[in-house]
């Protein structure tokens, strides 16, 4: 039933271990000798979150999560974030990394980066699965970018349409007559 509405694979399960490992390596090297808070953005980055972090070769990293919603569950995300789960460790004077599946127009990750500052973070980086650049309406850039992807809706790995899909194991284009 799931896998009839995706019309083209976008990334197979050996694509995307792929390029988590390459994040995973750069991220390493970067913050090498330094402790690390990863923060994952529930729910859509549990798959890469967890791929990621246990391919962090960091001696000091832990995890956290946060989730945001931005009312409505369709295809678009409308321009008001709330967090609805905050985080529980305490980021003051420490080196932030931000997971999140996908930066769309940009409304969540600003929302969520200012808020991890004005906590007293020293740093926050942004780490994303995938980026629609072609979407943003907020000027945010990610640090760290597995794929560039067109404007198109995906699924998978994580990824949802109202809820759906998550399971999926590769990361699929949704039919645009199932969200339009
Ligand atoms: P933004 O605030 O518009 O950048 O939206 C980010 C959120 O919108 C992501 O965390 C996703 O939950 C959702 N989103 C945007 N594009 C897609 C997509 O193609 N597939 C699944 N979710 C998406
Ligand atoms: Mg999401």
């Known amino acids: 039933m799931l896998h009839k509405d995706v019309f083209e694979k976008l990334m197979s399960e050996e694509e995307l271990a792929q390029t988590v490992s390459a994040l995973a390596e750069r991220i390493s090297a970067d913050y090498a000798g330094r402790e690390l808070i990863v923060v994952g953005v529930l729910k859509g980055s549990v798959m890469f979150f967890a791929d990621l972090f246990r391919r962090l070769t ?9 989730a945001a919603s931005s009312y409505g ?4 995300s409308s321009g008001k974030i709330t967090l609805t789960k905050d985080i529980t460790c305490n980021v003051i004077g420490r080196d932030v990394l931000i997971v999140e599946d ?30 629609k650049p072609s979407r943003r309406k907020k000027p945010i ?17 994580g990824l949802d349409y109202s ?11 949704l039919k645009a007559e199932i969200y339009s």
């Open 163 to 173: 809820e759906h899909y998550r399971n999926l194991p590769y990361v699929g284009v």
């Open 141 to 157: 850039t990610a640090d760290y970018t597995g794929r560039v992807v067109e404007d198109l809706f995906i699924v998978g790995y």
């Open 58 to 66: 960091l001696d000091e990293c832990q995890m956290d999560f946060m």
């Open 102 to 131: 996908i930066l769309d127009t940009g409304n969540t990750l600003s929302y969520l980066r200012d808020y991890l500052l004005e906590k007293g973070a020293a740093s926050v980086k942004i780490c994303t699965l995938f980026d």
């Open 73 to 76: 569950s369709g295809a678009a």
